[in-house]
């Protein structure tokens, strides 16, 4: 993906990913970034996380299936996961954060969510869904 392609229609767009199928990106309609012109810069600290799915997308892996098995006592393989929402949740001159939501075999009517450092990778936050969009 390239910085180019970022144009959200209603704070979201549709993008193709590899292995990974359509995901919904979404940029918080409480961000004042969402109704800012937004620099190439902040466009490529999206798209460079994007584009580094193959790293995060694993340890993110790691994290919902240890969430399974604390809080569901849930043993859980990645086919019973599936990203559907990738959340932009910091202003253009913030460190990067974003929310990913997972529909899981696990809790169907909540899924899983979780906050990741865009740089890092590090996981901050897991819990139901709603934490992969909520900006506190």
């Known amino acids: 993906m390239k910085k180019e392609d970022i ?4 704070y979201e ?11 919904c990106l979404t940029i918080l309609d409480d961000l004042e970034a969402s109704e800012e012109e937004l ?10 996380f994007i584009n580094k799915i193959d790293i995060w997308h694993k340890l993110a892996i790691v994290s919902v299936k240890s969430y399974a098995k604390e809080k569901y006592n ?4 990645e086919k019973d ?5 990738i959340f932009i949740l910091f202003e ?4 990067e ?4 939501q997972f529909n899981t075999s696990f809790d169907e009517e909540h899924g899983c ?19 992969a969009f909520a900006l506190n």
Not at 97 to 100: A, K, V, Y
Not at 113 to 131: M, N, P, Q, T
């Open 7 to 10: 144009l959200f229609n209603d």
């Open 13 to 23: 767009m549709y993008i193709h990913l590899d292995n990974y199928g359509d995901i």
């Open 39 to 48: 620099s190439l810069e902040y466009k490529e600290k999206i798209t460079t």
């Open 74 to 77: 849930a043993n859980i393989d």
């Open 81 to 85: 996961l599936s990203l559907v929402n």
């Open 92 to 95: 253009q001159d913030e460190p």
């Open 97 to 100: 954060l974003f929310g990913i």
């Open 113 to 131: 969510g979780l906050r990741i450092d865009g740089k890092s990778f590090e996981i901050v936050e897991i819990g139901d869904a709603d934490i």
